[in-house]
């Protein structure tokens, strides 16, 4: 009996389990506290079916809360404000889960809204997006100096991962500070240094800006102005292929590995982990049932 359930149980398919939950935004965890309040039971899904169009991806970091309540704010606007050829679906999430959970899996429109925090640093949730991006732009300095004596195509090419993503970038400070923008800025080259391009103009929110440039203002000015722009890449542009998509997320992901090795053997031991519990469960429940099935 013990080794007919448990070899019953351990040849039961397994998947791996998903992803950790991303890092919810305020208004997302009040939205979802209300919804779960105030609907009765059976009727809390939306009776108009999710948008089906292509995905955007808004990421942030935020120190006190203005990027993240503007990468959200983006978010809600996508389905309603990017409707053809059907309308577009976004997810909002930090940079750095970006990154760590969601395996830098890009899609062809991306949406940063980063501010810059202390002397020219990453705020919250975009820490390990500045290194990532610091060591692209360190290795584009690299290729430059080596390119003066030796001229190699495929290294260019090799750099340029990013080539088909295209990205909005919302950047907030302070000029008060001699440091302003610098890590939007780097955010920026890094961006281009890799392959991406620019969508829109180079958002510049200002925390001591006054009258018509207060920070406020220049964000709703640039969040509005961003859609025609988005629009016209979606209607006119043919969206790149899946294989150039995955290796910039295969890329990024093998820079990231360099830069943070725990990463790497954090998802072979979750892996490994899983699978392990999963074949312990079976041999203590197979277990369980030969001495239930003795009593009888």
């Not at 990468?71 to 760590?100: G, K, T, W, Y």
């Not at 390119?147 to 080539?163: A, C, H, I, Q």
């Not at 203590?284 to 009888?296: C, V």
Request: aromatic letters at 10%; hydrophobic letters at 40%; one cysteine or more.
């Amino acid at each position: 009996f013990f080794l007919f359930f448990f070899f019953s149980f351990s040849s039961i398919p397994l998947t791996r389990p998903p992803a950790p939950p991303k890092n919810l935004g305020r208004s997302q965890i009040i939205e979802a506290m209300t919804i779960t309040m105030t609907e009765p039971a059976g009727q809390q899904q939306s009776s108009s079916p999710p948008p089906s169009g292509e995905e955007i991806l808004v990421l942030y970091g935020s120190q006190t809360g203005n990027s993240e309540s503007a990468a959200e704010q983006i978010q809600n606007l996508v389905p309603s404000r990017l409707l053809h050829p059907s309308p577009c679906r976004a997810r909002c999430m930090q940079l750095d889960d970006f990154l760590e959970f969601e395996n830098a899996k890009w899609t062809r429109l991306i949406i940063i809204v980063c501010s810059s925090y202390g002397v020219g640093q990453a705020p919250l949730g975009a820490r390990k997006f500045r290194e990532f991006c610091d060591a692209v732009l360190e290795e584009e300095q690299k290729q430059q100096h080596g390119n003066e004596t030796n001229s190699d195509n495929n290294t260019d090419k090799e750099k340029k991962f990013l080539k088909g993503v295209r990205f909005a970038l919302l950047g907030l400070g302070d000029s008060h500070y001699t440091t302003f923008f610098q890590n939007p800025t780097a955010i920026h080259d890094a961006m281009t240094a890799a392959g991406a391009t620019r969508v829109g103009e180079l958002g510049k929110a200002d925390a001591s800006g006054t009258g018509e440039m207060e920070q406020s203002k220049v964000i709703e000015r640039w969040i509005e102005g961003i859609w025609d722009d988005l629009a016209k890449i979606i209607a006119t542009e043919p969206p790149p292929s899946g294989q150039d998509l995955e290796g910039a997320s295969e890329a990024t992901r093998a820079l990231c590995f360099k830069l943070f090795p725990e990463w790497k053997a954090a998802s072979g031991n979750a892996s490994a982990n899983y699978y392990g519990v999963a074949a312990l469960g079976g041999v203590m429940l197979s277990m369980a049932a030969y001495l239930f099935l003795t009593r009888i």
